[in-house]
């Protein structure tokens, strides 16, 4: 039916190793995301899977949409059953992540999408979360300014968490370009799988549908000081961070609205447009939106894509970016496969989806 | 079965008169809302109902749940049709109700829930809207200060856009005690009724469910003026307004998150939730939650309740207000209503719940 | 501003006594809404509130939506907290509600609604819920055949399933009119706030959001044998039943697709219109919707209604009912409260609001 | 880091021909789902996409999430912008794609989402579409009996209703094994994408969350007389069918009650268990879940899979299945590849996906 002789070939061989994965936390959200990521990932082979209070069930009970996986059994989330792999992902409650990471060689690449090594600032993480801080990894968010050396060869990687990923890719190229003051407001909504699968009752199905509430209002959400890191770090110099976090009703994706005033010299939309193109112009999971467009998180559902758009309000002189990201891709599990593929030198973009599931 | 000496006698009854209401766009979200609580309000009458391109047909065909109503026939939305009536409430599109107005003697209190009688500034319209102003009727905003007394006695009254309405309430005790700058910073989050029953691509349910989207960025939404002229009335001089609004998938309900830098002379929490309380401790349909709690628009789902709660952010020196409403009830219908009880020297909670309807 | 002359008086006044009200799982769904219901019933006052773990807290805490009672301070469900009113509402897990009722003596009307006193069958009992069956209450669904008349003057009343309510209030007009086979077929689809506040991984946000799932399937449901009582009571003798629910993202609402075979007198769809006009001329909350429209939940969201549809598929040969309901008010507390009406001597319909909160 | 001896060759390299893909109605849901897959497609090159009255504006304004496709201007849907590919797709409304296809040699695979070739009886289409017959083409259920040998090397294919695949696919085992007699019930509730991208008032967004409501119900959905066909064919004598279908707020998915009696012979959950999984040994798309699951749509979210599970109903004497699909996906246009990939003699499988986006 079809005319060979008007075709090209379609395929380029490349014959490469295949990486043996075990991931941790595979029955919770982040798990599941890795896991249906790295489905689709042309060199990995995905090895043991480790849960905490559900080892020794099945996946497909916790993980119904993993066909493929749908009967590998859950061992415990122990360094003897996560040992031998090349890369161990851990999807973990905060404060499990340091001992099991002791326990596995520097041979073995670790990515933590816990906090535990997030926070560089020993007297941040005390602060934030208690107890002994267990270090700083290499960050795992490439975009950042000087972040992508780090993480090529690193056998360590602290991979973000999600706000900070959508807030820091809408304001630091801005905060570098010198456009607006280091005293940023932000709300950022989210949708209910950021506060995994825990069994709280506001939580509840019936009470996120049909429903917009605050929390953590006043700088109380742990993950301000990672931003006050990221855009400080990007910056040179303390930036303030007032954050106020929004629960919504839909399962993945964050808007982040982002705003600063503009400095004395000022700019024009023009000019914030362009800091922003040339900041991204080379980043194959920042998407700067054509001008009038507005990001909306379905568009990234699924996909490793960060959507921004910025603008100027001549009224109120400020800055305005909003970013929108899907909270387990590009702000979990997307972004842990990303600095894995920097970490073992493989494409950035393997087994990353740049497109997402809509409507 | 129950013994009569217990109990006590239920009812004080008062004789009054029966108003007579019109509702002109009844087949509309804001006017099934007024319908909706006018079926309930003890000293009303719903007269005659009409509508633009819903002319002819049955009420029951738009507003399926409003029972009682379902076989109401729409007239035209003419001032002929309107006349007659003690109170006629226009819930049209902007640019209809001048005219309209202009025709409905003095003897009939108009209720305008559109746009065209909000602002005072008649470059401000110009700007916004565009056209002639229409000029400016008493802001339905009772607890505004100052507004009460205005829409006492009225026979015209311009109710709020369903964004100024939380977002006013939300700010302006903070301006009006010297709290914070004047230099404010709103995020808010609406359900999609907020863009009424127009029929565009991105009110579809396919396309809100699952998604979150900014829109009107930058200062370019229509309230913004609206915001300003609240704030800066209270406050005395010209309060800078950044106003950034999201929409989200539920039906109903705006939360807005909002904020200012503190003042040279500061506040800690305490002192902002003390002014706070002082601003609306008389006021029956604002309610500062206790401290710790924060809004979700579901407890306010269908009353004409604004939940608040303030905090201070030490860190980023900012005082950060979050309001929740239910936008077709506080922030148009509920609102409206409250202002004819006013105005006609009606018992101002008649007929307006102050619980939601939850989960 | 109104000339009087043209109103007429718009109240009668009746001096009735109060009726003291203890509510027992207030901190649930369907005490939650039994609360917000009877807030507005004219005739009431609200005593005791109690739960089982949550006593000793606020309710605002669990129903934040309840202003008017956010301060009030739950006791421990105990006959002796429960004493001393005039009606006691049950809302509490099944197994729980004999023993409380036996030490309220009978001049307490008892108002169960759990499933202990639904089941007149005690072999259905065993086999459905196990344990000592609890014996029969007058059962809570006036509409019924023959249940009015039971309910008028009762001192112990069981209400209704959700799903029951809807399926039986759909079916028995056919059956009772012999158009019908007793051989019916029903799914119905529910918002997941049937399932109470049970904290269980499938319930959360993030799982019911944008998934529809069955469960129960099989007639592995609970309310298959009430549903087989109500039907085959009405009918005269046993209707076999095959019933399917299905979990859908709402918080709110029943829509139940039944259908069963015609008779070989068979019938058209407008017999079939007739006979349910027939049964629900004088029901106050049952609605035949007009010829051409087919129910919807969101139309009932909040009121006691029950609205229906009716037709025949000449090609199938069945005739298909679809009712709606919102499962926490007709479905459970605005049932409930129908039901106290009619034991105390109130009017029926007093404090049960017949329009929905749309949209 | 990871040692080459202990890793095997990850790719077998074919050598293949891209094959050339044009999608005439792009910009709408279907258009939208085949572009989504065909990128991951490794074998195809997308061509030309062509739109109604979108013509001339960028993909990106109508599928944001189509990120690598954002710049794609839109063609006229004419059989000129349609020729010179090896495969085109109609995503059209139905009545639109017999006349392109007539312009469309034999040596082009045309592959019709549309309902105008899948009725083979000429009078059926004019019962239920009317117009003139456009004829029948081999019909992409491959999963059908004799389905997928037709399919092979066809030029012409005719993608099913997305509620007939969910349908047959959850029934055609139990008629064939003979375990039910030819008269089934169905009810299936869809998410709002199955209506398209049409701008009525009954889709908007406000109107579908919080709502379930019936359409089409007593046998008056066009799909019907597809669901009788496709059973009919399959079972070899004529089947009732008896269907109503469920509007839910959700995106995406259809979950399929199903049930009939069963036969004199009867059968128990076992027997019924083993047809299916006998039905379904080979098919790398329908997925029979393990014995007390049942099907969510939410794990076959942009997944070309059939989720299903059956059982028996002792007391009704009825078999029950239930399945689950993505109406977008398996439903339409994972479908359409599927057969794509048959005509062209590909592997079945390719650029199909059998995990799904959860949660």
């Known amino acids: 039916m079809t005319d060979p002789a008007l075709h ?19 029955s919770g959200y982040a798990g599941g995301e890795l ?3 790295l ?20 996946l497909g009970e916790h993980q119904p949409h ?10 415990e989330s122990t360094a ?3 040992a031998g792999h090349d890369v161990v992902f851990l999807a973990l409650p905060h404060g499990r992540s340091a001992e099991l990471a002791a326990q596995l060689g520097e041979d073995t690449l670790v990515i933590d999408c816990g906090a535990d090594h997030r926070l560089s600032d020993a007297a941040a993480w005390d602060r934030w979360y208690g107890g002994e801080h267990a270090g700083h990894w290499p960050y795992g968010l490439p975009e950042l300014p000087g972040a992508r050396d780090a993480l090529r060869g690193a056998s360590r990687v602290a991979v973000p968490g999600c706000y900070p990923t959508a807030i820091s890719l809408a304001l630091f190229p801005a905060l570098v370009a010198g456009l607006v003051e280091p005293d940023v407001v932000i709300t950022a909504v989210t949708g209910t799988s950021g506060a995994g699968k825990a069994l709280k009752p506001h939580l509840l199905g019936a009470e996120v549908m049909g429903s917009l509430s605050a929390y953590g209002v006043g700088g109380a959400h742990r993950h301000t ?22 629960l919504a009703p839909l399962p993945r994706g964050i808007l982040a609205s982002c705003s600063a005033p503009l400095t004395a010299s ?39 894509v960060a959507a921004l758009q910025v603008t100027v309000d001549p009224d109120a002189r400020r800055l305005i970016v909003v970013a929108a990201i899907d909270n387990l891709t590009k702000g979990t599990a997307g972004g842990a ?3 894995m593929n920097l970490a073992l030198g493989l494409p950035e973009t393997s087994g990353l989806p740049t497109t997402g599931v809509a409507p």
């Open 266 to 304: 000022g700019a024009d939309a023009a000019a914030a447009r362009e800091a922003y193109e040339k900041a991204y112009a080379d980043e194959p999971f920042v998407r700067l939106l054509p001008e009038g467009s507005w990001p909306a998180t379905s568009s990234t559902l699924g996909s490793n």
């Open 225 to 246: 000081p990672e931003i006050v890191q990221n855009l400080s770090g990007a910056y040179g110099r303390t930036v303030s961070v007032s954050f106020t976090p929004v």
């Open 66 to 75: 993993l066909l493929p996986l749908a009967d590998r059994v859950l061992a």
């Open 337 to 339: 496969i990303q600095c």
């Open 8 to 26: 090209q070939i379609s395929r380029v061989c490349i014959i490469i190793h295949v990486v043996r994965i075990a991931v941790a936390g595979a």
């Open 39 to 58: 489905l689709t990932h042309p060199d990995v082979e995905i090895g043991t899977l480790t849960a905490g209070g559900n080892a020794g069930t099945a």
């Open 80 to 82: 003897e059953n996560l």
């Open 35 to 37: 896991l249906r990521l």
